[in-house]
């Protein structure tokens, strides 16, 4: 049984203070999961197109803004969706197994 401090004195929690508790760790524990998923799917793509980055460096041209936008959403993913259910839906997969969100689509 957990403990409390109520005005400096230890006190135990009830039943209903211990669920939430657990309930809380149980999803902190399932979104930090969905997002470890999310951060390894991210690095793929990320990965894969630094090559245009280079490339544009190298030839001094500029990427499209799509484009920009598009890898700065992928970063920014942590910081924009934050529940479990926005979670849910960035990692949405249709009949074929794609991924459905639009943060994922170049």
Known sequence: MGIKLV???ETPLTAEEEAEIVAKNTEEKRIANK???I???RKVLLDNS???????????TNLSTSFKNWRQGLRDI???YTTESELDE??????EG???HSVWSE
């Open 7 to 9: 005005n400096g004195i």
């Open 39 to 41: 951060r390894e799917m």
């Open 50 to 60: 630094d090559w245009k980055v280079t490339m544009a460096k190298e030839q001094g």
């Open 78 to 80: 942590p910081s924009t």
């Open 90 to 95: 960035i990692l949405a997969r249709d009949s």
């Open 98 to 100: 794609n991924l459905t």
């Open 35 to 37: 997002l470890d998923d």
